[in-house]
Structures are given as structure tokens and as C-alpha cells.
């Protein structure tokens, strides 16, 4: 294994340092009325859970737990403990609750394929029929699917049972058979009895097939979900020499450095806890507990590790997300498993961080970490968790979840030296006691970023521009339209041509000072003529100023905006 995070104290590339004094220090507590503190965003809506998914007299009930979500046409589903909501967000000032679905289980997390919604199920409370009595009915843990063609009246089609149930999954999609997805599920719960499945055993690593050390595969014909079946069971953690399935880590890990309080989860790695998959290029990163792993997905019904990585650092190795280019992928540790204050000016900043690494051969090079750069309360749960890329072109841009620590968006295309840019963030839960809320998932889905609060509902922000951020970087970010989004099953984003594409990249030259007087000058007066003459129908003309500047555009830091300039005189 590769040891990713071998540093001395002091020599900590790329963790971030927040700006004295920062807004986000000291903010009144309260459920529904904490204070807040916002930079370089506008937040645009916030909707309150809604009945039947919150408890009114406990907003810290575990039975009703916001958690996490995706977008499909102009629906966002968030999923909750006791079951799912949709809202539609096609005017995202003003979402819309569709429909709520109570269907207890746990964890909740969701993901949408065309006509179909995938939920996972962790706790012994879920039933195969979504009742609401825990002491009747068939157990379920799994994953369940259902038909969303009637986005008002959700129909549960298949429930596929699993040893583990499914603590996160992760739709895969094969590029070559568009009638077929796969998801992929990690389960990291205990294993069930063999009363309540047939089959499930817990029996060490060296004992006869037993149900830990492997992740589910599960094949679903798009046309007839209720098929949905395990197709392969694949051993992701196994020593290639010996052929041990607990061939990574093995516990338990004493960390580098005293914290004050011990690392939990210890780093044990039996299952991943969360897989991001990237089908356009082939490879998949696994969070995987005590390690963070790449997986080649081109065969999608048999995944097979090709590098790992590992930190002392880490307690347990979260979730991922690739940049766009697939040249870099970041890990988050989720270090006190969520529950804990792990965003105190006593903590490391490599602790309960993220890990950027570089991808190159395949292979996983470490480049930094980056954490929220400002401290949080002791009252309130703060650590890496789960975000999305926001597409802004030339650039690697992540919005992030930190539980109560709030929203961080933050520049990572030096990946040594990622920055943040703007931030949301509100007071804790409860002044007095620690009470877990915050966000689980914070996602950008076509030109806005949502947030999923724990305890307190659906958020929903726009960008503004900054010294970070330009408006047309912002507006070539909005243009990227998707059909559906999910974040653990990453698509290639690619930009159509536009004036904000190019003036997206001009901004970025003269950010860099690639482009000086009297060039800067000349730029701006042929992209005005030619946006003047677009407007106006004269298109040959537009076209024309458009060339007539890439051809003062010579030199070598100017050619991703030339090409933007000649890509978009080429579709006038």
C-alpha cells in the first residue's frame, strides 16, 4: 500500500487558512432560527422537512434524519430515515414538496436512473412493505426500487435483501448496454442473522465465504426492474500475492499523532463505505474505511481494484469525487463518524479532512489536504462529508457538506493548494448540548447548488461573483444542463461554445496575467462587436470579429481561449 499521508507536523501542503475575523465564529444557536453567516454565494430558498419525515418535539430524533440525495429532470429526491421526499426545483427560488414516501429503514440515501429511484436500507426497523411497525412484517435490509414515472405516487417494484443491508450504493452505468445499470453497495452494518437470510454468515476472513470483505453487485434490467438481482459479490480488498480477502487494512491503526480523544471508527477495512463511479473513463474510487482505492469499472458487473492508498491520518476513509479530467480524485474521513465535534481549534487540520491525491498511470500520487478553515463550536457535528464538482470550465471547483460546520466550496486546481471561495454556514442546533444536524450532502445540479440539512430541511444557492469567481465563469457554469445527477455516478461534463465559455477563460488569462495591455483591451472590443452583432441575427459578422481575434491569440497560455473563440465562431 502506498502510505498517502506520511508528513511532518508543520509541513502540511494545501491546508487552508480562513481570513481574520471570520463570520462563521460565534453564531447564535437555534433549530429553525440560528444565525448565519454566507460568502460569495446567495442563499435562494430553504424549505422546512416536511410532516411525517421530522419530529416537531425532537429535531435531533435519529428516526427521521435527513440524508442524502439526486436530481432528475426538475426534481430533486431527498432521502430521510423514515423513507423520501421529491420536490420540484424547476424554479429553484421557489421548490415545490411533490410528494413525501414513508418508508423506514435508515440511512435513506437515494439515487435516480430515467423512471427509477434506488434507496438504501441499513437498520433492522425496515420492512419489505415500508411499514411503519417495526414489530410485524418481513424484515429488509437492501436496496429498494421504485417506479418515479408518476412522480406524485411512487411505486416500490423490488427490494433486493443483502447480509449487510446497504449503508450507501452507487449507481453504475455500462456505456456499452443502455438496457442494463448495476449498483454497486456497500454495506458496513453487522451481518444478519441466517434466520432473517439465508446464506448471511459471519465467519472471520479465513473461515468459509464470509459475508464481510466483498461489496454487492446488483444488475437491474431497465425495463423490468423487478429482475434486480446480486450478479457478483467481487473481493476488492484482497492481497493479490497471497489472495487473502483481508489483504488492506486490519486494525487496529493507533494514529501518528495524540488527539485527545481516540479515532472512531478504528481504520478496519471489510467494506467500503461509499464508491464514486466515473463510467466515461472506466475507473471508480473506493472510500472504503481504512483505505481509499481505484477501481477499474469497465467491465461494470466485475469491478476490480487496481491501486490503495492509505494514511495515518485517517480514521475512516468516507467518500470520493474525481475531477473532471478524472486526473485527480479527493477522499473525505469521516473521523467520529459523523456524530462528533471534529472541527475544533484543537484539531489538526489534516484530521477529518480531505485528501486530494493525483491520478497518474492510474495510480495514486497524495498532493494535500484541505478542511474547512474555521473552527466550529464543541455543540456542533462537524467533519468531511459528502459534495460535487460545479462545472465551471478550466477549473477544478468542489462544494462540500461539513455537517454543522456548513457548506465550503473550494478551488482545488493546484492540487497542492486548494483555496476556498465561498462559504455557507449556520449557528448550531442547540446552544447548550451537541444535537446532530448540519448538512449530509451539499450538490450543484444545472446552475444551482443544493444543500441537505440534517435537522432542518432543503437549502438552495446561487453563486455570485468575486475576486474567486467571475460572472461569466458563474453563467458557463449555469449552462451545463444535466438530465438527472447523481453524485456518486460522476458524468463527463462538457460545455457547449458560448460568450460566456469564452469570457469564462479570458477572465481566467487575466486572473493569471496571462493577457496584459493593449492585448486585454483588443479582447474585449472584439468579443463585445462580436456579442452585438450575435444579437442583432448578423451571425457572419459575430463570426468574423471571432476570428479576427484568435488570430491575435498566439501565444501558448492563450489557447484554451482561442480555442473557445474559434469553437464558437465555427457555430454562428
Not at 67 to 91: L, P
Not at 250 to 271: F, K, Q
Request: proline share 7%; charged share 20%.
Amino acid at each position: 500500500m502506498i502510505a498517502a499521508g506520511v508528513l511532518l507536523a508543520g509541513a502540511l501542503p494545501g491546508t487552508a487558512s480562513a481570513a481574520e475575523p471570520d463570520p462563521r465564529i460565534g453564531l447564535g444557536a437555534g433549530w429553525l432560527d440560528a444565525q448565519s453567516a454566507i460568502s460569495n454565494l446567495e442563499q435562494v430558498a430553504h424549505r422546512d422537512k416536511p410532516a411525517g419525515m421530522v419530529d416537531p418535539a425532537n429535531p435531533g430524533n435519529g428516526g427521521f434524519y435527513n440524508s442524502d440525495f439526486a436530481f432528475g429532470g426538475g426534481y430533486a429526491f431527498t432521502g430521510n430515515y423514515n423513507g423520501f421526499n421529491i420536490f420540484d426545483v424547476s424554479k429553484p427560488s421557489d421548490p415545490q414538496l411533490v410528494t413525501s414516501v414513508v418508508c423506514p429503514g435508515g440511512q435513506g440515501d437515494v439515487s435516480v436512473h430515467d423512471n427509477l429511484l434506488f434507496m438504501s436500507v441499513e437498520e433492522t426497523r425496515g420492512r419489505v412493505d415500508c411499514g411503519t411497525n417495526p414489530s410485524v412484517g418481513t424484515r429488509f435490509q437492501g436496496v429498494r426500487v421504485f417506479d418515479i414515472s408518476d412522480v406524485r405516487n411512487p411505486v416500490q417494484v423490488a427490494a433486493v435483501q443483502l447480509c449487510r443491508g446497504s449503508h450507501t450504493h452507487t449507481v453504475v452505468t455500462d456505456p456499452d448496454d443502455a438496457s442494463n445499470v448495476y449498483v454497486y453497495v456497500s454495506g458496513t452494518t453487522s451481518v444478519r442473522p441466517a434466520t432473517t437470510m439465508a446464506g448471511c454468515n459471519n465467519n472471520p476472513a479465513n473461515g468459509e465465504d464470509p459475508s464481510r470483505w466483498r461489496i454487492d453487485v446488483i444488475k437491474v434490467p431497465v425495463a423490468a426492474p423487478e429482475q434486480a438481482a446480486v450478479v457478483n459479490q467481487p473481493r476488492l480488498f484482497a492481497d493479490p500475492e497471497t489472495g487473502r480477502i483481508d489483504g488492506l487494512q486490519n486494525g487496529p491503526v493507533t494514529p501518528r499523532h495524540p488527539s485527545g480523544s481516540n479515532w472512531s471508527p478504528t481504520p478496519n477495512t471489510n467494506a467500503c463505505h461509499d464508491i464514486t463511479a466515473y463510467p466515461e473513463i472506466g475507473l471508480a474510487a473506493g472510500a472504503c474505511q481504512g483505505n481509499g482505492i481505484l477501481i477499474d469499472i469497465s467491465d461494470p458487473a466485475n469491478p476490480r481494484r487496481i491501486d490503495e492508498v492509505s494514511d495515518p491520518n485517517f480514521a475512516y476513509w468516507h467518500s470520493a469525487t474525481f475531477n473532471n479530467d478524472g486526473t485527480k480524485v479527493i477522499f473525505t474521513d469521516e473521523w467520529g463518524g459523523g456524530s462528533g465535534a471534529r472541527c475544533r481549534d484543537t484539531d489538526q487540520p489534516e484530521w477529518g479532512a480531505n485528501a486530494i491525491f493525483d491520478i497518474v498511470d492510474r495510480k495514486m500520487t497524495f498532493a494535500s489536504y484541505y478542511k474547512l478553515p474555521v473552527p466550529q463550536s464543541l455543540q456542533e457535528n462537524c467533519v468531511a462529508h459528502n459534495g460535487s464538482l460545479i462545472p465551471v470550465p478550466g477549473r477544478d471547483i468542489m462544494m462540500q457538506a461539513w455537517y454543522q460546520g456548513g457548506i465550503s466550496v473550494f478551488d482545488f486546481t493546484d492540487s497542492a493548494h486548494p483555496q476556498e471561495i465561498a462559504f455557507f454556514d449556520r449557528g448550531a442546533v442547540n446552544a447548550n448540548s451537541l444535537v446532530l444536524g448540519g448538512f449530509w450532502s451539499a450538490y450543484w445540479y444545472n446552475g444551482s447548488l443544493f444543500g441537505n440539512e440534517i435537522a432542518r430541511g432543503l437549502d438552495v444557492f446561487k453563486l455570485t461573483p468575486s475576486e474567486h469567481l467571475s460572472k461569466a465563469e458563474i453563467k458557463a457554469a449555469e449552462e451545463v444542463q444535466l438530465g438527472q445527477f447523481n453524485a456518486q455516478g460522476q458524468p463527463k461534463i462538457t460545455w457547449t461554445p458560448s460568450f460566456a465559455l469564452a469570457r469564462a477563460y479570458y477572465d481566467q488569462a487575466v486572473r493569471a496575467d496571462a493577457i496584459g495591455h493593449p492585448l486585454k483591451s483588443q479582447v474585449d472590443m472584439f468579443l463585445e462587436r462580436a456579442e452585438g452583432f450575435a444579437a442583432e441575427g448578423k451571425r457572419s459578422a459575430a463570426a468574423a470579429q471571432l476570428r479576427a481575434l484568435s488570430n491575435k491569440l498566439g501565444a501558448p497560455e492563450h489557447q484554451t481561449l482561442k480555442k473557445a473563440v474559434l469553437d464558437l465562431a465555427d457555430t454562428l
